[in-house]
């Protein structure tokens, strides 16, 4: 018998399902279209193909070498056309749009400051124009139907020397938009704690931070960025799974370092897609989301860069029912761990959840009832 809970999503009620995405990149969830025209009007030459279809499936292919360092090449070109004000207001705001469109009802948007001034840009200026950008798409979506909130997180390159003035970016604008800060970047070779200051920093200024941690690298990285760094959140946070051991009869041991980000409720910003593509994950049946649900970590699903995965929340959720057959009431679970772990202040979570995600879930359960009864009446009219 089909119970409530039992109940497989179907595509598109995970698409209505309302959804919270912590980790998406400005700067890898262009529209291919966009891309090109942006290109045209600045006289920026080098893109590899020049026809939207072809673009799209160009990014999706150079980011799926299986390593993180090649992934990130691909984002020359998107930071390229990124470069002046009209561009960023513009990429912004058709990003607050399509993640509207497909049902994700509150965001925090990342991208680096410092590669947008190519063209004379500050950093002002560009924190201002992405703001401005958040605000029309938002603004976009309530005229189309939909209901999104987009909070920015600004992130400094890890190879680079700029995260204090970053983090002091991000400080100065937080009543402005900006919920938080990020460090993200090839990761083998730059430690979180070359940035300590940036975090010594937002901690003294009682402000979050997030560190993209444990994905091309392992546990050091998560040590470092947690007992370090003092990070809020981790970006990725997968390889956590290596100091987890599941035996053969299925008891699982946690060793310290698991044990303390489940202990201490440390958010997991996993995407499943971008962790298949750089080696991060060896298929979706394995990716480590699985266990660590199955474990109650805070675990949360989120798409990285939608241009070089392809891909959208939907599409993340789709693929992790089809590989461990999740209900509604686990998409519910993953939406209110992620809005659990937003940067913005605890009323408005807590409204987010019981005012917005938990109704909207509750109205996707009930359709099972619905559609019984009408096929029901159907056939016992075909029968009369
Ligand atoms: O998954 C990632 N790991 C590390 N760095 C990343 C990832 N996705 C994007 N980035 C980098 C490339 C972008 O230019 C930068 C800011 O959004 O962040
Ligand atoms: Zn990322």
Not at 18 to 31: E, Q, S
Not at 85 to 91: D, I, P, Q, S, W
Not at 139 to 159: C, D, K, N, S, Y
Not at 310 to 336: H, I, K, N, P
Request: hydrophobic residues 40%; charged residues 25%.
């Amino acid at each position: 018998m089909t119970s409530q809970t039992s109940h497989v999503p179907t595509a598109d009620q995970i698409r209505r399902a309302p959804k919270v995405l912590l980790h998406d990149h400005l700067d890898g969830g262009l529209r291919p279209g966009t891309i090109i025209e942006l290109a045209r009007e600045q006289g920026y030459s080098k893109l590899p193909e020049t026809e939207p279809d072809k673009l799209g499936i160009w990014f999706r292919e150079a980011a799926d070498s299986g390593s993180l360092e090649r992934y990130l090449e691909t984002f020359a070109h998107t930071c390229a056309v990124m470069q002046t004000r009209e561009a960023l207001f513009r990429v912004a705001a058709e990003c607050a749009v399509d993640l509207a469109e497909d049902g994700v009802v509150y965001a925090e948007v990342r991208y680096a400051p410092e590669q947008h001034l190519e063209a004379g840009l500050t950093l002002e200026e560009v924190v201002e124009a992405v703001n401005e950008g958040f605000r029309e798409g938002e603004r976009l979506a309530r005229e189309a139907g939909h209901r999104i909130r987009v909070g920015a997180l600004l992130t400094a390159m890890r190879h680079a020397a700029r995260s204090l003035e970053i983090a002091e970016l991000a400080n100065r604008h937080r009543d402005d938009g900006v919920v938080g800060f990020d460090i993200a970047g090839a990761e083998a070779g730059f430690p979180p704690t070359r940035h300590l200051d940036a975090f010594e920093y937002l901690k003294r200024e009682n402000n979050h931070f997030t560190i993209h941690a444990g994905e091309a690298f392992g546990l050091p990285s998560i040590w470092q960025a947690l007992q370090w760094c003092g990070a809020d959140r981790l970006g990725h946070g997968v390889r956590i799974i290596d100091d987890i051991e599941v035996a053969d009869d299925g008891s699982v041991r946690l060793g310290r370092l698991a044990s303390y980000v489940r202990d201490k409720r440390i958010p997991l910003e996993m995407c499943p897609t971008s962790n298949l593509q750089t080696g991060a994950a060896a298929s979706y049946a394995e990716h480590p989301v699985g266990l660590l649900r199955k474990l109650h970590f805070r675990a949360t699903v989120n798409t990285d860069n939608r241009l070089m995965s392809g891909t959208s929340m939907s599409r993340e959720f789709e693929l992790l029912v089809d590989a461990f057959d999740y209900t509604l009431d686990d998409l519910q679970w993953f939406t209110v761990n992620a809005m659990k772990s937003a940067f913005i202040p605890f009323d408005e979570r807590l409204a987010m959840i019981n005012d917005v995600i938990k109704p909207g879930y509750a109205e996707l359960k009930s359709e099972w009832l619905f559609r019984q009864t009408a096929t029901t009446s159907a056939s016992s009219g075909r029968e009369g």
